[in-house]
């Protein structure tokens, strides 16, 4: 079983509405949580951490479910600029080295 | 602005010819990091190092090999680079809290074609 694992997509979503998707993982001992956004062919930015008890900045919001090891994002209004790759990354054992899901790739359309 | 910063940020090597990449970082963070990006895979820690202790990964291959000569800088060797090597090479950097993994911040990468 992979470590982290994400529904690539891509998932076409009309400008203006709500997008979610999850991600699991696979390590019970993670501790750390973290989205990441990577545009085509740039690097990986931090886009939120995920707190236990779930998080929103702005139009995004993150969840975290220890119970069933899975994490989720929930993009509101999308807007065109949210067209990105979005990598669910955990902690390995509770230290620093971090493990990457292949990302869930989101295209807005207008 | 403090950054992560990777030279050059694209590098075209022959078969076998031996290639080192570069990053550097003004963030004066204790942690560095080496991953390997092919397309539409995830990226794959090859090594770090925290502060001049280097941790490699279990399945990086031996044909990579890393120095970092001081806090700002950090190399990432291939010794012989193979048509399977060609990927986005990533350096990153962390602060270590003692605590639990704390963000890591990426350089632009270096796109690394092997002919």
């Known amino acids: 079983r992979k470590e982290v694992e994400q529904d690539p997509g891509p998932f076409n979503v009309p400008e203006g509405a709500t997008v979610a998707f999850n991600c699991t993982y696979s390590n019970s001992a993670s501790q750390s949580f973290f989205w990441y956004r990577q545009d085509c062919r740039k690097e990986p930015k931090l886009l939120m951490s995920?707190?236990?008890s779930g998080n929103e900045d702005g139009r995004f919001t993150a969840q975290l479910n220890r119970a069933s090891q899975y994490i989720s994002l929930l993009i509101r209004d999308s807007k065109l600029s949210d067209s990105a790759t979005y990598l669910c990354v955990v902690n390995r054992n509770g230290n620093n080295r971090l493990a990457f899901g292949k990302g869930n790739q989101v295209v807005v359309i207008p | 602005d403090a950054m992560v910063i990777q030279n050059p940020r694209y590098q075209v090597t022959q078969f076998g010819k031996p290639v080192t990449l570069s990053c550097s970082q003004t963030l004066n963070h204790n942690v560095m990091y080496w991953y390997q990006q092919k397309s539409s895979q995830a990226p794959k820690l090859l090594f770090h190092?925290?502060?001049?202790?280097?941790?490699n990964e279990a399945d990086t291959p031996d044909n990579f090999q890393s120095r970092r000569p001081n806090t700002s800088f950090c190399f990432l060797d291939i010794r012989s680079p193979g048509l399977g090597d060609a990927a986005m090479y990533l350096c990153?950097?962390?602060?270590?809290?003692?605590?639990?993994?704390?963000?890591?911040?990426f350089g632009p990468g270096t796109r690394l074609t092997v002919t």
């Open positions: 990153a950097t962390s602060r270590d809290s003692g605590r639990a993994a704390e963000e890591q911040y």
């Open positions: 995920v707190y236990s």
């Open positions: 190092y925290y502060d001049k202790d280097f941790n």
